[in-house]
Structure formats: C-alpha cells, structure tokens
C-alpha cells in the first residue's frame, strides 16, 4: 500500500507565501507523475500543478507565475511553493501521484488526505 501525507497548510494572510509538502511512502517501485490539486468549499475539484517524470510542468492559469511545484526523488516527496496568496486561493490542498507499486508492477493513482489553506486578513 502507499500512503501521501501533506504538509505545511495553515492561515496566512494576503500576499504571504506558504510551502506545502508531500511525502510518499510504502511498496513504491517508481512514482510517475506527483501533482496537487485542490478543493474551496462548494466548489468542485481543481488541478493547480503537476509534475511529470519526463520533466514536464502544468500549472493552472490561476496560479502560473505566483506556484512553483518541485519534486524530491530521493524522498519521494513533491512540494508546491506558494507565493503572492489570494483569497480566493483557500481551499483544501491534496498531493496525488502515480504510482507503480510492488504489489503486482502496475500503476495506481494515490490521493493524500488533504491540508487546508487559508488566505485571510
């Protein structure tokens, strides 16, 4: 099995900056693609980055030139970098990655539990 755990969400104010963390563990043999997405109350799932193993970036609209995600591949972790923070970016932020796992070499797509941001005075 494989677990994501995040990291590094909490209450910031407008034009602050936090940097969220995810940490994969379990019977990995090779993560793929590590991505974030996130979630505002009544509102319906979004993508705002991924990173793909070939070196690839995709970055929502909403955030290009304000997010920066990176990854760790000797840890197995995924960051997202968040500068210039609006309001309208509070949400819940959840770590996804595809994973090929030891249990039958195929891969899976894992979602971590989420950690909640917000951007308020």
């Known amino acids: 099995q494989v677990q994501l755990v995040e990291s590094g969400g909490g209450l910031v104010q407008p034009g602050g900056s936090l940097r969220l963390s995810c940490a994969a563990s379990?019977?990995?043999?090779?993560?793929?693609?590590m991505g974030w997405y996130r979630q505002a109350a009544g509102k319906e799932r979004e993508l705002v980055a991924r990173d793909y193993s070939d070196g690839g970036l995709t970055y929502a609209d909403s955030v290009k030139g304000r997010f920066t995600i990176s990854r760790d591949y000797t840890k197995n972790t995924v960051y997202l970098q968040m500068n210039s923070l609006k309001p309208e970016d509070t949400a819940v932020y959840y770590c996804t990655a595809d994973v090929v796992t030891y249990m039958d070499y195929r891969e899976y797509d894992f979602w971590g539990k989420g950690t909640q941001v917000t951007v308020s005075s």
């Open positions: 379990g019977t990995i043999v090779r993560i793929n693609t």
